[in-house]
Structures are given as C-alpha cells and as structure tokens.
C-alpha cells in the first residue's frame, strides 16, 4: 500500500472510526494540512470546524464503524468508496434519538495529498438512506 493510501485509511480506521486509543484532535491535526478543506455541495469546512464535528461525532455514535470498501491512487489523490455505520444518541439530523436504532451507509470520497498532509477533501454521503433507516 502506497503512503499517501495509508495516511488516508489512518484517517478512516483511527479518526472516523471509534476506539479507545486514538487522541482524534491529535491525530487530525497532524493529518490534515493547516489550509485543508472539506467540501460537499452544501458547504466547506476548514481544519478546525472538522475536527470540532467528528469529536461531536464520537460523544454522539459512541460505535460508529467506517469500512474501507474500495481505495483507488492516481497521482496524489485517493478515492476512497466506504461503508458506514453508527446507533445515534441525541439530535441527530433532526431527530431525538436514543442510541437504539441504527444506521448503515456509503460515503465517496476523494482526498488530495500536497506536503504530506490531507489538503482536501471532496465527500458525499448517502445521508438519505441514514435517516431513512433511523425513521424506520
């Protein structure tokens, strides 16, 4: 696996994934570039805003779980096909939820690498089947 391939998967196995070792502000920081940018048709955060919702992510979906599904490099981006899954605990996309329904989804993604660090990333998630799901 190439270096730019595993700083991605780190970004998805030990930031986006919950677990009980991994310092997210830390390790986000050292990620992500200090310009970097996340970007999705609604809108696009900066470094701090990002690590500012994951940590949210994590005190709400205590189990939240993403999968590399597919992982493709050209040049110096990779783009990553993933499954996601967490069981929300609060409001959640406009719902009070109380950690007993679940979801599972995809995301696509495509992460630009400049200096060794995360510079980009452009994402979608089908958050549509998510609450589809958590409805149910």
């Given at each position: 696996?190439?270096?730019?391939?595993?700083?991605?998967?780190?970004?998805?196995?030990?930031?986006?994934?919950?677990?009980?070792?991994?310092?997210?502000?830390?390790?986000l920081?050292?990620?992500?570039?200090?310009?970097?940018?996340?970007?999705?048709?609604?809108?696009?955060?900066?470094k701090p805003?990002?690590?500012?919702?994951?940590?949210?992510?994590?005190?709400?979906?205590?189990?939240?779980?993403?999968?590399?599904?597919?992982?493709?490099?050209?040049?110096?981006?990779?783009?990553?096909?993933?499954e996601?899954?967490?069981?929300?605990?609060?409001?959640f996309?406009?719902?009070?939820?109380?950690?007993t329904?679940?979801?599972?989804?995809?995301?696509?993604?495509?992460?630009?690498?400049e200096?060794g660090?995360?510079?980009?990333?452009?994402?979608?998630?089908?958050?549509?089947?998510?609450?589809?799901?958590?409805?149910?």
């Amino acid at each position: 696996m190439s270096e730019l391939k595993k700083m991605v998967a780190t970004l998805y196995n030990e930031c986006l994934t919950v677990n009980e070792t991994t310092n997210t502000s830390e390790l986000l920081d050292n990620l992500f570039a200090d310009d970097f940018q996340s970007i999705n048709a609604k809108e696009t955060k900066g470094k701090p805003q990002l690590i500012g919702q994951i940590a949210g992510f994590w005190k709400m979906m205590p189990d939240m779980k993403w999968e590399i599904k597919d992982m493709i490099q050209e040049g110096n981006q990779v783009v990553v096909r993933s499954e996601f899954s967490a069981s929300p605990n609060g409001n959640f996309m406009g719902m009070e939820l109380d950690g007993t329904k679940s979801f599972k989804t995809m995301a696509i993604d495509i992460h630009t690498i400049e200096n060794g660090k995360i510079k980009t990333v452009y994402h979608i998630e089908e958050w549509t089947t998510a609450i589809a799901q958590l409805k149910a």
